[in-house]
């Protein structure tokens, strides 16, 4: 498992229950559960709604974290 933790100066804000998948030698991201969950989502802590979070930035940062990993996106 990858699980990614977003924090603020409160604590956690977001969880990201992400997997890898190995396919042909190709490390895979995916969401843990695969197509056993139904919930391919973060975990949302209610205070991220209230405050200018901007997801897209926390993405970013997130991809650029994992591209480290020699990962390839599904």
Excluded: C, M
């Excluded at 924090?7 to 396919?23: V, W």
């Excluded at 391919?40 to 405050?51: E, L, M, S, V």
């Amino acid at each position: 498992p990858k699980i990614v933790v977003v924090k603020d100066e409160s604590g956690p804000i977001l969880l990201f229950p992400f997997g890898l998948q190995q396919k042909l030698n190709i490390n895979i991201l995916v969401w843990l559960g695969g197509s056993q969950a139904d919930y391919t989502a973060p975990i949302i802590h209610k205070r991220f709604y209230n405050n200018d979070y901007s997801i897209n930035i926390i993405w970013e940062n997130i991809f650029h974290l994992l591209k480290t990993l020699q990962l390839r996106f599904s």
